[in-house]
């Protein structure tokens, strides 16, 4: 290698210069995007661009309102509430899901997965939909969504679902 770079820089002085800028240009392209928001922020999330990640404080009502979930019944009902801890205006989205292990559906009251009681016999609509919504600066909790739960009838045994109080999450991705 000396020779080489010996042919190729009449000194050690441009030889030692290139090598440097060989090195430190990547360290310097690196250096740029992560500073742009490319990379992991300290919570652990991936990102990449320039967009922020958003930080806003999700709380449903104590206990969903309607009659006891019955097969081919009402739907229950939760309001979800959003607050913007932040200095300066947020635009997010919001996604509801039905917690589940897979197999069984997670029983509030319990505290466990009832493996006999099956997500798909349930319908959550999330009115309105995902979004986008917008909460301006330091704002207080304002309902923004509601999930509404309810057990579809399949003509199958679903006594499992009785008494069943099931949980949904609710993520601003």
Known sequence: MVKFLKGR???????????????????????????????????????????????VTITNDSAPTGAALLPGGAAQSEGVYVANPNNAQVQFTLHASLNTDGTGVYDGSTGAYVDGCKASWFTLTQTPSTGPFTLAANAAATQEITVSLALTETGSDQSACENLRPTFTVVAP
């Not at 290139?18 to 922020?41: E, K, T």
């Open 9 to 55: 820089f009449k000194t050690r002085k441009r030889a030692a210069v290139a090598i440097i800028l060989a090195l430190a240009v990547p360290v310097g392209v690196a250096a740029y995007f992560l500073s742009q928001g490319v990379g992991n922020d300290p919570n652990g999330a991936f990102k990449t661009g320039s967009a922020p990640v958003v930080n």
